[in-house]
């Protein structure tokens, strides 16, 4: 199931049942006063994004599972603002990660180090939550792999080359689980062949690996901020059924072109 909304995402989480949803990612407003092509981003006050916020986040508690997790991902000017709402609303026992999705863009500012990441928070709504943590797993690098097969020579669990290999081939095999640091997702480049049109697209990548991560196959996802609707479209590639809005038409328009059969 793939349910696309042209709503105001207040007005679609009234319409939605206690304890229904698994798993919500939102990429939400940033709160930095600007113009973007498709839509007007909130002005950076505290009292507007609490306003804003406040009451969808409530929401957002109200019909996730027990079970379930949230994903608000943002920009740092608000970040600790929607870190104490998280924390009224899930409770700051639930609190699981502030993640960092770093990437690379030029910059000319002289002024300040250039800002370059998003905040992606995570919090589940109990203590019992879905982890896949082997879904996720990434390649070790190769600088690691160096570093891990010194430590253990120098510690004696190897005796030759051959025990060195097996040890970093499994390594290989098995990989890592991700650290709250993301460098190894790149932004959509201008000319990138997932380039929809819309000014602030993610990457299936990104919201492929939180998914993945916090959701099973047959399990509902959420997306408020709907956006491009990557979210949706990466739910229809893994087995997930969806339910998100955006009030922009042209969102929207794109959504249902992503995700038709």
């Avoid at 969808?56 to 740092?76: A, C, F, N, V």
């Amino acid at each position: 199931m793939i349910d696309i909304r042209l709503s105001d995402n207040l007005e679609l989480m009234a319409e939605m049942q206690d304890n229904t949803v698994d798993l919500i990612y939102c990429d939400i407003l940033y709160g930095t006063g600007k113009n973007f092509m498709d839509y007007k981003d909130l002005y950076p006050m505290r009292e507007i994004i609490e306003e804003h916020y406040m009451p969808r986040i409530k929401e957002m508690h109200r019909i996730l599972k027990p079970t379930g997790s949230i994903y608000l991902q943002m920009d740092t000017r608000i970040s600790h603002w929607i870190r104490c709402i998280l924390d009224d609303v899930f409770s700051y026992g639930n609190f699981l990660n502030e993640i960092n999705w770093c990437y690379t863009m030029a910059s000319n500012n002289k002024k300040k180090y250039a800002a370059k990441h998003d905040n992606i928070i995570f919090y589940s709504k109990s203590k019992k939550y879905t982890f896949n943590y082997n879904d996720i797993r990434i390649p070790y690098n190769k600088e690691t792999l160096s570093r891990t097969n010194r430590k253990a020579g120098n510690n004696g669990l190897y005796s030759g080359d051959l025990a060195e290999e097996k040890h970093k081939n499994r390594l290989n095999n098995n990989g890592k689980i991700p650290e709250d640091y993301w460098v190894d997702v790149n932004r959509i480049q201008g000319n990138g062949l997932e380039k929809n049109g819309y000014a602030t697209q993610k990457p299936k990548a990104l919201i492929e690996r939180i998914i993945k991560a916090s959701s099973n196959k047959g399990d509902l996802v959420a997306d408020f901020y709907a956006g491009s609707f990557t979210t949706a479209e990466v739910c229809k590639d893994l087995n997930r059924n969806f339910i998100g809005c955006d009030i922009s038409e042209k969102a929207v328009a794109i959504g249902l072109e992503r995700t038709k059969y």
